[in-house]
């Protein structure tokens, strides 16, 4: 599965009123796309902690910087965990 395309940013619904997104019982924090069309939620992830959500947002541009990275860069331990996390965001890691 392709995850959604960033940017992405987050929400604090105890302090933003404005939209209509439900929420589970301990969630306070959504994490959504900002380039969701209108009329359209564009949520990825709902959760209860703003360190999570802080995570969960940066996802799309840790991955466009760890695609970033050249071989000739890094050593080849820190390319091996590099190319282990990039396949694991695409679904065919660990």
């Not at 902690?49 to 995570?55: C, D, G, T």
């Not at 840790?62 to 282990?84: C, F, K, P, Q, Y």
């Amino acid at each position: 599965m392709k995850h959604t395309e960033g940017p992405w940013d987050y929400i604090d619904m105890a302090r933003d009123e404005s939209t209509n997104i439900s929420l589970l019982q301990d969630d306070r924090f959504v994490v959504r796309c900002k380039t969701s069309l209108p009329g359209i939620s564009g949520v990825v992830a709902r959760c209860g902690y703003r360190y999570n959500a802080e995570l969960i947002a940066a996802a799309p541009d840790m991955l466009d910087a760890l695609r970033a990275v050249g071989i000739n860069e890094v050593s080849h331990l820190v390319w091996d965990r590099i190319t282990r996390a990039i396949k694991k965001a695409a679904g065919r890691g660990e």
